[in-house]
């Protein structure tokens, strides 16, 4: 993310390696990252857990292409 320095985000929370929580945390705390908006996309229906970490969206899969369209527009 630092060297791409991608416009947004969306972040699965379960990732095969680590929680995407974790991955969230790292980029929310680092002053290269923290800016680029989050859309946390996941099975886990958490919403407040995702917002209150900054998230712009959280969306509970399975997601329609409508809906993560919506997501980024918003």
């Known amino acids: 993310m630092r060297e ?9 929370v379960y990732l095969p ?13 680092d002053p290269a990252t923290r800016h680029i908006p989050v859309q946390v996309l996941t099975l886990d229906e958490d919403r407040r857990h995702g917002l209150s970490r900054g998230a712009f ?18």
């Open 57 to 74: 969206a959280f969306l509970t899969k399975p997601i329609s292409p409508e809906n993560l369209e919506s997501a980024f527009v918003k």
């Open 4 to 12: 791409f320095q991608p416009v947004a985000v969306s972040l699965d």
């Open 17 to 29: 390696d680590m929680l995407g929580w974790t991955v969230f945390n790292h980029m929310k705390l």
